[in-house]
């Protein structure tokens, strides 16, 4: 039984920080690519960043590039975003997901297990 918990969401001013942490059970982790996805209210679920099995390839989406960081330890099975200046329009429920191979993708059907999710909530 996979298993993925994010953690590390809250509320946080426009231009501040969160990290966002998953950690991953169930699976040979650092077989798999890994991706953080959001969904705002009102709004259909979307690819935010993404990267390989040994983190060494990273994607992300135009939205948060240069702002988003998104990383892994092999070892705490763990795959990390770091959120810098944030902004109001990031406000959703960011969700992390394991992925069915080694490559990265934007896809959300290549994406074989979900966790619940986080709130992170951006104020002006």
Known sequence: QVQLVESGGGLVQAGGSLRLSCAASGRTFNNYAMGWFRQAPGKEREFVATLNWSGGSTYYADSVKGRFTISRDNAKNTVY???????PEDTAVYY????SGGAITTIQQMYDYWGQGTQVTVSS
Do not use: F, T, Y
């Open 81 to 87: 975003l770091q959120m810098n200046s944030l902004k």
């Open 96 to 99: 992390c997901a394991l992925g």
